[in-house]
């Protein structure tokens, strides 16, 4: 049985009189102002949630100053990055294209860290200009690179070394991050991370604030980030034996888990900050250093269950499975473009429909979009009403990380305008791409 559930859908979602709400405006309302597909974000969901992490990390280890940096690759536009600001926590971004988003909000740039593997010079030049707060350093390549742009500059830019803890996070192997055969990072069982802590030291244009370790995404067994934890801690402790003085800073980076579907949870910052909080004080006192200054990156769990996709229904189309049974095939106005999760990484989404009640008989569906691929299925198998009908509108909730943010121009579908709602007021923030847009790149 396919229904509402409020531990999925964002915080401020109810059904009015059967047809969905999210914060005071109704999913019908919102389609005949906007059109679908629409990403619908919950504005003060999203608030609550950025301050919810801020408050539980500061709160687990009885500080004022840790850092939360908000990962923008899991979806930022202008306004979200003002949010951001707003609740005074920081934002991770990975490419010139993410930080050029940050700097048109005029986000303070000392609250933003820089990621990314394989950084081009002119986005270190760009990053280390603007007086970004740190850069995480990936490569040998890029600590020569960072440290000679620092010294053209004039300045000398704080960095952190990422490392690879060498731990199998339980997520999909494209979403996991810290084992050892993976392009990021320097690997501490190889070595590579303490030479890494070695070429720094060298460069006087660069200062080693701490080390950065982030094991993957969608995960949810805490022991991954406490094992990965224990660690980098002992990389702390070698690096005092060795030199006498301590990194000031760590960073455990995000990748916290979210309900998608029925019976799955949401991380609940206060136990996660508050499990993480032990590891890391019972690894240091063990060592006899003192905790440092955290950060942590999560993106998934701020923005990821704040949003709701609105689609709607264009065809149902009747199959006859080899097993007797049958399938309706349940076709939206978008797809894969959209919402790549489900090709991508096998994900699982929760529908249902948003503009009326049915106490129809729910039989066997299957959602996919308009591309020209058996693969674009949003959602495999659910139970749906039998009396769905095209122009019904499907809502799809927890698709705020990685949807608009993966967004592509398949088939030449323009990208879905994204609409902050709160207390009953829909605003635009993102507006949807037009054919004009698309044909404006050809010469
Ligand atoms: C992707 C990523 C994150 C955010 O991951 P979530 O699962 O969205 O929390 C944080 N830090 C780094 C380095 C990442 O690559």
């Given at each position: ?7 999925i ?30 990403f ?12 919810g ?71 270190i ?92 995404s ?8 406490a ?28 990748g ?15 136990v ?9 004080k ?25 949003t ?79 009396d ?9 909730p ?14 030449h ?31």
């Amino acid at each position: 049985m396919t229904s509402f559930d409020a531990a999925i859908f964002s915080t401020h979602s109810s059904i009015k009189s059967g047809e969905l709400d999210i914060a005071g405006v109704l999913a019908t309302q919102l389609a005949a102002d906007y059109g679908t597909p629409l990403f619908v974000v919950d504005e003060s969901d999203f608030k609550a949630r950025a301050k919810g992490w801020n408050n539980a990390l500061n709160s687990a280890f009885g500080v004022s100053d840790g850092m939360v940096y908000y990962a923008a690759k899991s979806f930022v536009c202008k306004e979200i990055a003002r949010w951001v600001s707003e609740t005074g926590i920081g934002l991770d971004v990975c490419t010139g294209g993410e930080m050029a988003v940050a700097i048109a909000a005029g986000f303070p740039m000392d609250r933003v860290e820089l990621h990314g593997n394989n950084k081009s010079e002119k986005e270190i030049r760009t990053a280390i200009e603007v007086g970004i707060g740190t850069i995480v350093v990936d490569s040998f390549h890029e600590i020569e690179r960072v440290s000679r742009i620092a010294a053209e500059l004039g300045k000398v830019q704080k960095v952190y070394i990422r490392v690879t803890p060498g731990v199998e996070a339980h997520t999909h192997e494209f979403i996991s991050t810290a084992h050892e055969d993976v392009k990021f990072g320097f690997s501490i069982a190889s070595g590579a991370a303490w030479t890494a802590i070695q070429e720094i030291r060298k460069s006087s244009s660069l200062n080693l604030a701490g080390l950065h370790s982030h094991i993957g995404s969608q995960i949810f067994a805490s022991e991954g980030f406490a094992a990965a934890a224990v660690k980098v801690i002992a990389v702390l402790a070698k690096y005092r034996d060795a030199f006498g003085s301590e990194l000031p800073e760590l960073d455990l980076g995000g990748g916290y888990g979210i309900a998608y579907i029925p019976g799955e949870i949401t991380l609940d910052p206060t136990v996660v900050m508050s499990e993480l909080a032990a590891v890391v004080k019972r690894e240091c006192a063990a060592a006899k250093i003192a905790v440092p200054k955290i950060s942590i990156e999560p993106g998934r769990a701020i923005v990821g269950p704040t949003t709701t996709t609105l689609y709607t229904v264009g065809t149902t189309k009747d199959v006859a499975l080899d097993n007797g049974a049958t399938r309706r095939y349940v076709a939206v106005d978008g797809g894969m473009s959209d919402n790549i999760r489900p090709a991508l990484y096998g994900a699982e989404y929760l529908a249902i429909i948003a503009n009326r009640s049915s106490t129809a008989t729910q039989i066997n569906c299957r959602v996919v979009g308009k591309h020209c691929e058996s693969g674009d299925i949003i959602i495999r198998e659910i139970q749906l009403a039998q009396d769905l009908v095209p122009g019904d509108l499907l809502a799809i909730p927890a698709t705020g990380a990685y949807g608009r943010s993966m967004a592509s121009n398949y088939n030449h579908l323009t990208r879905p305008a994204v609409i902050a709602v709160k207390d009953g007021k829909a605003r635009l923030i993102v507006r949807r791409e037009t054919e004009t847009d698309l044909l404006a790149l050809e010469l």
